[in-house]
C-alpha cells in the first residue's frame, strides 16, 4: 500500500520558486502542493502592507520620532499601550516587541543617517542617467510613508527609502517553532550594476547573519526560522541598522571591492564608512 501512494505524497518537483514550472497544474504530489502553497503564503505576505495601507490608510497613525523615515503604524492588536490615542504617538507607546525591536535599530545614535554622503561623480551621473530614462519618482513610490503592520508579536514593515524597496516580515514570541524573519530588498536609483553590488552586499549580511539567502538581479529574499525570541530580536534590531546603512549606498557601488568593504565595516560597527 504505501509504495502505491508513495508516488503522490512523497516526490518534490517544484523546487525554484522562479521557474517558468512552478505554476499549481505543475504540481503531481502533496508534497508539491504544500510547496507551493507555502511559498505563495509567503510571497503574498510582503504585499499585506500595501494591501492594507491602501484600503484603509486612516487606521493608521502616526510614530512621533526622529527617524529617517516616517513610519505610521496599524494596531493588529498588542502593538501599542492602550493609552495611546489620536493619530500620533511616541517610541514609549510602543510595546509590539518586533516593532520596537526594529526601531531600535533604525534608532541607532552611531549611524549618521542625517548627513549627506560623499556620493562619488559617477555615482551621481549614474543615478542622474536612471532617472531621465527610468519611470517617474511617482511610480517609484518616492517620498510614500512607511507602514508597519504590527501586533503584540507580529511585524510587517514595508520601507520605500528613495528609490528601493524593502520589505520585513516577522513573528517573535515565546514559541522558537513560530519564530522567524524575511526580508526582501528589490530596487535603487543608481545603474544596475550599482544597484546589483549593493545586493549583494545586504546579502552577504543577511547570510552572515544566518539568514537562508536568494538573489535575482538587484531583488533579493532572505528567511530566518526557528530561533529564539531573544536572537529574533537582536536580528531586527540588525535589520533595523542595515535598513538606514542601505539608503543611497547604490550610489557609493563603484567597485566590486566595495561589497566586502561595506560588509566588513557593518559588522565591524564602523558606521562612519555609511555616512
Not at 518534490?12 to 507551493?36: G, M, N, Q, W, Y
Not at 505563495?40 to 484600503?55: L, Q, R
Not at 542622474?128 to 517609484?140: C, F, I, R, T, Y
Amino acid at each position: 500500500m504505501v509504495e502505491c501512494i508513495s508516488p503522490y505524497v512523497c516526490p518534490l518537483r517544484l523546487i525554484d520558486p522562479a521557474s517558468e514550472d512552478f505554476r499549481p497544474e505543475r504540481c503531481r504530489s502533496i508534497h508539491d502542493v504544500t510547496r507551493f502553497v507555502h511559498e505563495k503564503t509567503f510571497a503574498e505576505m510582503f504585499h499585506i502592507g500595501d494591501d492594507v495601507k491602501n484600503s484603509d490608510e486612516a487606521a493608521a497613525v502616526k510614530l512621533r520620532a526622529r527617524l529617517p523615515i516616517d513610519i505610521y503604524i496599524f494596531d493588529l492588536g498588542g502593538a501599542l499601550r492602550s493609552e495611546a490615542a489620536g493619530r500620533d504617538v511616541q517610541l514609549t507607546d510602543v510595546e509590539s516587541v518586533p516593532l520596537r525591536a526594529f526601531i531600535m535599530g533604525l534608532n541607532d545614535p552611531a549611524i549618521r543617517w542625517d548627513r549627506p554622503r560623499p556620493v562619488s561623480l559617477g555615482g551621481f551621473l549614474s543615478v542622474l542617467g536612471e532617472s531621465m530614462v527610468g519611470p517617474p519618482p511617482s511610480k517609484h513610490g518616492l517620498g510614500r510613508r512607511s507602514f508597519a503592520m504590527a501586533s503584540d508579536t507580529y511585524l510587517n514593515f514595508s520601507t520605500r527609502a528613495g528609490y528601493h524597496f524593502s520589505t520585513v516580515d516577522t513573528y517573535c514570541g515565546r514559541s522558537i517553532n513560530k519564530n522567524y524573519v524575511q526580508l526582501r530588498f528589490s530596487g535603487g536609483a543608481a545603474a544596475k550594476d550599482r544597484r546589483v553590488r549593493r545586493v549583494r552586499f545586504v546579502a552577504k549580511v543577511m547570510t552572515r547573519l544566518g539568514f537562508d539567502v536568494k538573489t535575482r538581479g538587484d531583488l533579493m529574499a532572505a528567511r530566518l526560522a526557528k530561533y529564539p525570541r531573544e536572537d529574533i530580536e537582536s536580528t531586527l534590531r540588525r535589520l533595523g541598522q542595515l535598513t538606514v546603512c542601505t539608503r543611497q549606498l547604490d550610489m557609493l557601488m563603484d567597485s566590486d571591492d566595495h561589497v566586502e568593504a561595506f560588509t566588513d565595516a557593518f559588522f565591524a560597527g564602523d558606521f562612519e564608512r555609511f555616512a
